[in-house]
């Protein structure tokens, strides 16, 4: 363990780490995703406590905290592929979280994302930063509108159920350790009450679009995760906001720099790709 880590009597190790919270300003934050310099983010840097999952003596559920790593090995080699991840890896995905949740149905969001720590990478793959902020991928009306853009949506079957999720996934496509692991909170310590909006624009290759996304505000009894050393056969899936009719709390996250990670590991690439899930009562 490095002397940047620590672990309580409970025997759970964490980190104390830098993390950017939304800053109680009025002024309206806008994140470039694919030119992170050009963000007009009012951001509020806090020092937090991040306890590691791998070291909780229970592990986390999607039906507790909100969030849960998943052994999910994928048959796809080559993610650079845009074709092969759309035709091979968002089916396989889908199936993961339909069987994690138990849903009844499931629609995929259209399209991917894939972030690298790795500059000069990221310049030649055109391939956006990890997102160093607080923050859900919707609003409440940016959810709805993907929900109804999403292909296969179907309005009879939604109205039969009442849970509607959006899901986010999220795994490492590099060697472990991570430099900029991903946090996520418990959703248990949190409220849509915590959240401010904001605008995301998406200006990649053919395709630009603007939405809006949710910050967080600080608010001491969050308790943020995250999982050490991921492995490219793990999939991290957390609750990313819940669409029925008296919507509860979900999993915020964020992209943080791990004090305990050694310089000389390789810098993080990660894939993350967004579900719907409807489920009975």
């Known amino acids: 363990m490095s002397a940047s880590g620590s672990t309580s009597t409970s025997g759970v190790r964490s980190v104390r780490a ?38 909780a003596p229970v592990a986390p559920t999607l039906d507790r905290e909100g969030f849960a790593l998943l052994d999910a090995p994928s048959s796809l080699t080559d993610f650079s592929d845009w074709e092969e991840v759309q035709s091979v890896y968002l089916p396989e995905l889908a199936g993961t979280v339909q069987e994690a949740y138990g849903a009844a149905h499931v629609w995929l969001q259209a399209g991917h994302v894939i972030r690298t720590t790795d500059a000069a990478a990221r310049r030649a793959g055109h391939n956006p930063d990890a997102a160093r902020f607080l923050h859900l991928d919707y609003s409440g009306a940016s959810a709805r509108w993907f929900f109804e853009q999403t292909v296969g949506y179907d309005e009879e079957i939604a109205k039969r159920f009442p849970k509607v999720f959006a899901v986010n996934t999220w795994r490492c496509l590099t060697p472990p350790p991570q430099d900029v692991p991903l946090a996520v909170c418990d959703m248990r310590t949190s409220s849509l009450d915590d959240l401010v909006v904001a605008d995301a624009r998406h200006d990649g290759g053919e395709v630009s679009f603007e939405f809006e996304i949710s910050l967080v505000r600080h608010n001491p009894a969050h308790a943020w995760w995250y999982f050490s050393d991921m492995q490219p056969n793990e999939l991290l899936v957390f609750k990313g906001w819940d669409l029925s009719p008296s919507p509860t709390s979900c999993a915020f996250h964020g992209a943080f720099v791990d004090p305990s990670c050694p310089a000389e590991a390789p810098l993080r690439t990660s894939i993350e790709a967004r579900v719907f899930a409807v489920l009975e009562g």
Do not use: F, K, W
Not at 28 to 47: A, F, M
């Open 18 to 55: 830098a993390v950017n919270y939304v800053a109680d300003t009025s002024e309206r934050g806008v994140y470039q995703i694919y030119d992170n310099e050009r963000s007009r983010l009012p951001l509020q840097p806090e020092t937090i406590e991040i306890r590691d999952a791998r070291t």
